[in-house]
């Protein structure tokens, strides 16, 4: 397996980062849209997580990840249980329908005459994270796709004879540069968290990020042994987080501020306060915490909300700046 640089070693980028973690303990929040410069560590960061988390429960053999007893088609060794790395699959912007939901394997049909389902990235992908670089790229009929699986937690073929449904449940992760176009508003509501990233500004951060990635591409294996404490003490920390989720309260107040905060904002639909919520005892539980507090709130909203604002002709500001006036009023200490 490639070596990729820690995601403990990354300078800078907190708000991807803390993103990134959160949607590692709750997968519920709906995924993470990084946007903004180029060469700004997005799919470092990405990649990074993926070597930081860890592994699952998975039935041998099986092609979806299925938890032991859970098995989707009966595909698997349902008594035997593996510990496999959870997934994160990239899903490049040229891949044809079938590579991304699966289609007919044709060399068992031509070699054998059997009609066998081939598993796509979507199956690959279930129980782990989705990654799409460059996702305001996507062409429109994979959005479409996406959008149907994100919404029902499972991918339906139906073509060439077959007729198979399988789970895909995962966290999707974009990431691109604005400048070359906009997310569609359908898949862009569907990402629960949305990061800032730019290019460091002040001299200090920029040296250590070349002077890390340095070491990193000189001797990465001394690189890696420097920074396996730190791996390995966040790798705990999530799972902890995770273990912790389920007793972090959220209390009516909370529910009550986020609630205020999205109707001053006029954000539309009522995704906006339920991953606020979910990310807050995310938040809450990573930083062993009892229950959700207004500076839990305070630290997730801009990243649960700055992307589900209309644009407003009278106020000249960014959704982000908008978001923090508001975050000010409502929650104001």
């Not at 800032?196 to 294996?221: C, G, M, W, Y």
């Amino acid at each position: 397996m490639t070596a990729v640089f820690p995601f403990s070693a990354i300078v800078g980028q907190t708000e991807m980062k803390q993103a990134l973690i959160l949607a590692a303990i709750d997968p519920a929040i709906g995924g993470v849209l990084a946007f903004g410069d180029r060469g700004a560590g997005k799919s470092t960061a990405v990649r990074a997580l993926a070597a930081l988390l860890p592994p699952i429960m998975a039935v041998a053999h099986c092609p979806y990840n299925c938890a032991p007893g859970a098995c989707a088609l009966g595909c698997g060794r349902a008594d035997v249980a593996v510990e496999t790395p959870t997934p994160v699959v990239d899903l490049p912007l040229g891949a044809t329908e079938d590579r991304v939901v699966g289609a007919l394997d044709l060399e068992r049909a031509l070699t054998k005459g059997e009609k066998a389902f081939e598993p796509g990235l979507l199956a690959r992908a279930h129980r782990g994270f989705l990654y799409i670089d460059e996702v305001n790229l996507l062409e429109d009929h994979l959005v479409d796709l996406l959008l149907d699986v994100a919404a029902s937690g499972e991918n339906v073929v139906e073509r060439e004879g077959l007729s198979v449904r399988h789970p895909a449940r995962f966290v999707l992760v974009g990431s691109g540069n604005p400048e070359e176009g906009e997310l569609r508003p359908q898949l862009l509501d569907r990402f629960g968290l949305s990061v800032e990233v730019s290019t460091p500004r002040e001299l200090k951060e920029r040296i250590e990020v070349v002077r890390r990635r340095d070491a990193f591409e000189r001797d990465r294996v001394a690189f890696l042994s420097d920074w396996a404490e730190a791996e390995a003490e966040l790798r705990a920390r999530i799972v902890a987080a995770r273990g912790r989720l389920g007793g972090v309260e959220a209390g009516d107040a909370a529910l009550e501020k986020a609630a205020r905060l999205c109707i001053a904002l006029g954000a539309d639909g009522l995704r906006g306060e339920l991953t606020m919520l979910r990310a807050a005892r995310a938040l809450a539980a990573f930083e062993g915490d009892k229950s959700v507090t207004d500076a839990h709130l305070r630290e997730v909203a801009p990243a649960a909300l700055r992307h589900r604002l209309r644009r407003d002709p009278l106020d000249e500001a960014g959704s982000t700046v908008r978001v923090a006036r508001a975050v000010d009023e409502i929650l104001a200490a």
